[in-house]
């Protein structure tokens, strides 16, 4: 009747750790002569590593990640032009608290997307909130938030992300109001000290044939640059068997 009614309160007050483990641990306590305090610090740490996995669940869920990549899977092996060294001093997010940008360079294929994945998803792992966004669908967003004047709201949402991966930027064909909007939310981002984690097959010197004006590309650079680490990967595509006669070794500054 005892066990019904703890059942029931744990039930009640959604204390759903505790729940799962509350016969086993009552059994122990019984068998190995516990303290009510001893059972109750047990039935306590079950709850909190219960409300740790479901916070994780949610940030990763809500982080919009399109594949279930991490670094442990990523094939290091097939691409010596990453230096995997320096890629997992990059997991103890470190480069979140110091708000640092990540800049992989690269062209397609070659490993951006999996390691930003898995550098975002290691920063969910430790705490921060993040979110995935594709280059080109964030402008989309951006470009239409315009319409019903949505876009100071989304610009506060996306620079309250401790991590903000963009994908894929590219050649696009972009207007007046997205470059005007994506230079906003950089320099926001800059303002707050937030990183964010680039993937694109386009060195610096040609995001001024994608972004006009280039006062404006001079501004965004600065601030992007000033806290940034930059990794570029001269590889070949995964997509493809290794090339032997491939250049080995990647190129990484830190600006």
Not at 37 to 47: C, I, M, P, R, Y
Not at 188 to 207: C, F, G, M, S, V
Request: charged share 25%; with cysteine; hydrophobic share 35%.
């Amino acid at each position: 009747m005892m066990y019904s009614q703890i059942q029931t309160l744990l039930e009640s007050l959604k204390f759903k750790g505790m729940l799962r483990v509350l016969s086993p641990v009552l059994d122990r306590a019984e068998k190995e002569g516990w303290s009510v305090s001893d059972t109750l610090v047990e039935l306590l740490k079950e709850e909190l590593h219960y409300c740790k996995e479901r916070s994780l669940e949610n940030r990763i869920k809500h982080a919009r990640i399109p594949w279930n990549w991490t670094l442990s899977t990523f094939p290091f092996e097939r691409q010596p032009a990453v230096k995997k060294r320096q890629i997992m001093s990059l997991t103890t997010a470190g480069f979140v608290e110091k708000g640092e940008n990540i800049v992989f360079i690269g062209e397609p294929g070659t490993g951006k997307s999996g390691l930003a994945a898995g550098l975002l998803r290691e920063a969910l792992i430790s705490g921060y909130r993040g979110l995935f966004y594709n280059v080109q669908d964030l402008l989309n967003d951006l470009y239409a938030s315009l319409a019903d004047r949505r876009t100071t709201n989304l610009l506060k949402r996306l620079c309250r992300y401790d991590v903000l991966l963009l994908d894929e930027l590219g050649y696009l064909s972009l207007s007046v109001e997205q470059m005007n909007a994506f230079f906003k939310l950089m320099a926001e981002r800059y303002q707050t000290n937030k990183a964010t984690i680039i993937t694109t097959n386009l060195d610096y010197p040609k995001w001024y044939d994608l972004f006009k004006p280039k006062d404006m590309v001079d501004a965004l650079l600065d601030r992007l640059q000033h806290r940034c680490i930059t990794i570029r990967i001269n590889g070949h595509s995964l997509r493809k068997r290794p090339d032997p006669s491939a250049k080995k070794g990647g190129k990484t500054s830190k600006k």
